[in-house]
Nanobody, 123 residues
Framework: QVQLVESGGGLVQAGESLRLSCAAS????????MGWFRQAPGKEREFVAA????????LYADSVKGRFTISKSNAKNTVYLQMNSLKPEDTAVYYCAAAQGTGLLLSYEYDYWGQGTQVTVSS
């Protein structure tokens, strides 16, 4: 089993920044592509960002492109989501996920999930 634990969520004002962390354990971290999803109350889970296993190239949802940055540290078995210029519509529970396959955009393509961390952006 791969265990993922998110941290770093909190309450911020619009325009401010926040960094989320996802610590992985159980399997070799570098064996997986990593992604971030979010889910607001009453909404479906939404893709946010992903980083590929080999190339470390990144993908972003249009809604966060230019504001969010995903990165990872293989040495620390940790993936990060730097969130800048936060907007109230970014308010959601943010989930870290790990994928063994090549797909990265859809939730069913991921094999392991963390429990989530709450991000609330006030206006």
């Amino acid at each position: 089993q791969v265990q993922l634990v998110e941290s770093g969520g909190g309450l911020v004002q619009a325009g401010e920044s926040l960094r989320l962390s996802c610590a992985a354990s159980g399997r070799t971290f570098s064996s997986y592509a990593m992604g971030w999803f979010r889910q607001a109350p009453g909404k479906e889970r939404e893709f946010v960002a992903a980083i590929r296993r080999r190339s470390d190239s990144t993908l972003y949802a249009d809604s966060v492109k230019g504001r969010f940055t995903i990165s990872k540290s293989n040495a620390k078995n940790t993936v990060y989501l730097q969130m800048n210029s936060l907007k109230p519509e970014d308010t959601a529970v943010y989930y870290c996920a790990a994928a063994q396959g090549t797909g990265l955009l859809l939730s069913y393509e991921y094999d392991y999930w963390g429990q989530g961390t709450q991000v609330t952006v006030s206006s």
